[in-house]
Structure formats: C-alpha cells, structure tokens
C-alpha cells in the first residue's frame, strides 16, 4: 500500500472515530433521560395503583402518565437508532484498520 493511501484512510478513520464519538455522547445522553422517564413512568404507575378517586386518576394520567410513556418510547426508538448508528460506524472502523494492516503485513 502507498504511504499516500495508507495515510488517507488513517485521516478517514480519525474522521470516522470523531462522528462515533459524538454519536456515543449522543446515546449516552439519551440513556441518561430514558432512565429518567422510565422512573418518571414507573412513580406514577405506582401512585396510580394506590390512588382510589378515579378522577384524581383521570388526571394523573392525563397530565403525566401518558406523556411520560411518550417520551419514554420516543426516547427508547432515539435509543435503538443510536445503537444501529455506532454498531455501523465500528463496522467503518474496523474495516479500515483491517485495510491499512492488511497490505502492510502482505509487503513484508
């Protein structure tokens, strides 16, 4: 492999690896708020186990189950999403490692 090639992808690979890394900050932001809402969703679920006047229920879920369980869905889709994006970023990553040692250890 040309030095001119093997450096080419070394600097694709940082580029790559700098994406992954704000894509990681990404995913761990958004695990942080969905452990967050999955307590949110869990608390009410619980006071509304143990509340008998059904329109304080009514209320309790209008106003903070179901958005809870909304933004906890999204948030667990935005989640899966992320997943999907690193494990294809690491593909890149190592695919470009394999490329650059590969020709290196067939020169030698």
């Given at each position: 492999?040309?030095?001119?090639?093997?450096?080419?992808?070394?600097?694709?690979?940082?580029?790559?690896?700098?994406?992954?890394?704000?894509?990681?900050?990404?995913?761990?932001?958004?695990?942080?708020?969905?452990?967050?809402?999955?307590?949110?969703?869990?608390?009410?679920?619980?006071?509304?186990?143990?509340?008998?006047?059904?329109?304080?229920?009514?209320?309790?879920?209008?106003?903070?189950?179901?958005?809870?369980?909304?933004?906890?869905?999204?948030?667990?889709?935005?989640l899966k999403k992320l997943e999907q994006k690193r494990?294809?970023?690491?593909?890149?990553?190592?695919?470009?490692?394999?490329?650059?040692?590969?020709?290196?250890?067939?020169?030698?």
């Amino acid at each position: 492999m040309e030095p001119y090639v093997k450096d080419a992808l070394l600097e694709w690979k940082e580029e790559i690896e700098k994406q992954k890394k704000e894509i990681d900050e990404e995913y761990e932001n958004v695990k942080t708020e969905l452990q967050l809402y999955s307590y949110k969703f869990g608390i009410t679920k619980q006071v509304i186990q143990s509340t008998i006047n059904e329109e304080m229920i009514k209320n309790i879920k209008k106003t903070y189950q179901q958005p809870f369980e909304e933004k906890y869905n999204e948030l667990k889709e935005q989640l899966k999403k992320l997943e999907q994006k690193r494990s294809v970023f690491n593909m890149f990553v190592e695919k470009i490692e394999i490329a650059s040692v590969k020709d290196t250890n067939e020169q030698r």
